[in-house]
């Protein structure tokens, strides 16, 4: 019988982020599909011993979990490539889309056969077998309509499988994916877990614990916020929106595109040119050095002033609030324009993580600590239980 082995996996709209394990493996993944036929061309140059598998996925996946089964997918780097290349949709439910699940079911099977190629010194199983305990999350809305257990059974109680196609190093391996368990953590509960325990579930926040906290998380294709008291997420006043930053990144790219001529890969791509240390805000047009201050500058504060409006709008509610933690990869897109315009008009007292790591991986972190804890916990009763068997 395979032992299961922790995954933590944060699907977000703009990259996929798991953790596994002890801790001893990350994978940071563009969630950027596009369909694919068996035979991918492959560039001369292109050596298939040598390349990195993460810049090469071409996959087949089947699960009964998938509306579309049976299809070929290019998956991250190699997807941004094509001209077909799918991101999610705005407006869409990450729970009911394929492509949730495609980038869940790669992250699993990429983890299976490192493991499976490190534990058979570089001669692999042509099929392997894996079993996985899954801490993952849904956006608190989709939590509150209850998609959470349609999503998790799905995952239970089938074999999800792999296979690699033309990808380097693991051409012709297939993966037979098997949860053990299932665990859908709603994503403003898990970053305020990620916010006061660290990875051995110790409290590193105390002055948190009892403190009135607003988390809001934004996403690609959502925004929710927690209201924290009592150490728990309030489900009557916590808040999901149907807003994240994917719909300005799209609008970012597509001005780009027509005022100068410049096509972007991905959102992945607009996102490095507006965050990154060095050249914000600039592209190269023609071999020149092209400031798009004004395009991103626009769309961004727009959407800094509808997510500023949901901040206010919560925090009126709930009066007693003391601090409002702004969380995921959208708050590092927004950041400035959030902090100027909170300076100029009610000056709540908000906060930010300056760390851009450890806001992106702050939801994936949060769901290895709670899968963790549950395992633990697993094993603690599963022990008392034979133990009181023995006895009698």
Same mark, same amino acid.
């Given at each position: 019988?395979?032992?299961?082995?922790?995954?933590?996996? +944060? /699907? @977000?709209?703009?990259?996929?982020?798991?953790?596994?394990?002890?801790?001893?493996?990350? %994978?940071?993944? $563009?969630?950027?599909?596009?369909?694919?036929?068996?035979?991918?061309?492959?560039?001369?140059?292109?050596?298939?011993?040598?390349?990195?598998?993460?810049?090469?996925?071409?996959?087949?996946?089947?699960?009964?979990?998938?509306?579309?089964?049976?299809?070929?997918?290019?998956?991250?780097?190699?997807?941004?490539?094509?001209?077909?290349?799918?991101?999610?949709?705005?407006?869409?439910?990450?729970?009911?889309?394929?492509?949730?699940?495609?980038?869940?079911?790669?992250?699993?099977?990429?983890?299976?056969?490192?493991?499976?190629?490190?534990?058979?010194?570089?001669?692999?199983?042509?099929?392997?077998?894996?079993?996985?305990?899954?801490?993952?999350?849904?956006?608190?809305?989709?939590?509150?309509?209850?998609? +959470? /257990? @349609?999503?998790?059974?799905?995952?239970?109680?089938?074999?999800?499988?792999?296979?690699? %196609?033309?990808? $380097?190093?693991?051409?012709?391996?297939?993966?037979?994916?098997?949860?053990?368990?299932?665990?859908?953590?709603?994503?403003?509960?898990?970053?305020?877990?990620?916010?006061?325990?660290?990875?051995?579930?110790?409290?590193?926040?105390?002055?948190?614990?009892?403190?009135?906290?607003?988390?809001?998380?934004?996403?690609?294709?959502?925004?929710?916020?927690?209201?924290?008291?009592?150490?728990?997420?309030?489900?009557?006043?916590?808040?999901?929106?149907?807003?994240?930053?994917?719909?300005?990144?799209?609008?970012?790219?597509?001005?780009?595109?027509?005022?100068?001529?410049?096509?972007?890969?991905?959102?992945?791509?607009?996102?490095?040119?507006?965050?990154?240390?060095?050249?914000?805000?600039?592209?190269?047009?023609?071999?020149?050095?092209?400031?798009?201050?004004?395009?991103?500058?626009?769309?961004?504060?727009? %959407?800094?002033?509808?997510?500023?409006?949901?901040?206010?709008?919560?925090?009126?509610?709930?009066?007693?609030?003391?601090?409002?933690?702004?969380?995921?990869?959208?708050?590092?897109?927004?950041?400035?324009?959030?902090?100027?315009?909170?300076?100029?008009?009610?000056?709540?007292?908000?906060?930010?993580?300056?760390?851009?790591?450890?806001?992106?991986?702050?939801?994936?972190?949060?769901?290895?600590?709670?899968?963790?804890?549950?395992?633990?916990?697993?094993?603690?009763?599963?022990?008392?239980?034979?133990?009181?068997?023995?006895?009698?």
């Amino acid at each position: 019988m395979n032992v299961s082995r922790i995954a933590a996996i +944060d /699907v @977000g709209n703009d990259c996929v982020k798991a953790i596994f394990g002890k801790y001893d493996r990350e %994978l940071y993944i $563009p969630n950027v599909i596009a369909r694919d036929t068996e035979d991918r061309p492959v560039i001369g140059i292109e050596d298939l011993n040598e390349k990195d598998p993460l810049d090469g996925i071409h996959i087949r996946i089947h699960s009964p979990a998938l509306k579309e089964n049976n299809v070929i997918y290019r998956v991250g780097n190699l997807a941004t490539k094509s001209d077909n290349a799918n991101e999610l949709d705005p407006g869409s439910s990450k729970s009911e889309e394929d492509q949730t699940l495609v980038m869940l079911f790669t992250s699993l099977a990429l983890d299976a056969v490192e493991g499976e190629i490190a534990k058979s010194s570089g001669s692999p199983k042509s099929v392997i077998d894996a079993n996985y305990t899954l801490g993952t999350g849904l956006p608190l809305r989709e939590v509150k309509e209850g998609k +959470d /257990v @349609g999503y998790r059974s799905q995952l239970l109680g089938s074999v999800h499988q792999v296979e690699f %196609l033309v990808t $380097p190093k693991y051409q012709g391996l297939k993966v037979n994916i098997k949860f053990d368990e299932v665990k859908v953590y709603p994503e403003g509960f898990a970053a305020y877990i990620n916010l006061v325990m660290d990875k051995d579930l110790n409290i590193i926040n105390r002055d948190l614990i009892d403190k009135r906290i607003l988390i809001q998380d934004i996403g690609g294709l959502s925004t929710d916020v927690a209201v924290i008291k009592n150490r728990n997420v309030d489900d009557d006043k916590a808040q999901g929106f149907n807003i994240g930053v994917s719909e300005s990144l799209e609008a970012i790219r597509e001005e780009i595109r027509s005022k100068h001529g410049v096509e972007l890969d991905s959102r992945r791509d607009v996102v490095e040119i507006i965050t990154r240390k060095n050249d914000r805000n600039h592209i190269m047009v023609k071999g020149s050095r092209t400031s798009v201050h004004d395009i991103t500058d626009r769309i961004l504060l727009e %959407l800094a002033k509808k997510q500023y409006r949901h901040l206010r709008n919560v925090w009126q509610k709930n009066s007693q609030t003391e601090i409002c933690y702004f969380v995921g990869g959208g708050s590092m897109v927004l950041k400035e324009y959030i902090k100027t315009l909170n300076n100029n008009l009610d000056g709540y007292n908000i906060e930010f993580f300056e760390d851009e790591k450890e806001s992106i991986w702050m939801m994936a972190n949060a769901y290895y600590k709670l899968v963790s804890d549950f395992v633990k916990k697993s094993n603690k009763d599963k022990k008392v239980a034979e133990q009181q068997t023995v006895k009698k």
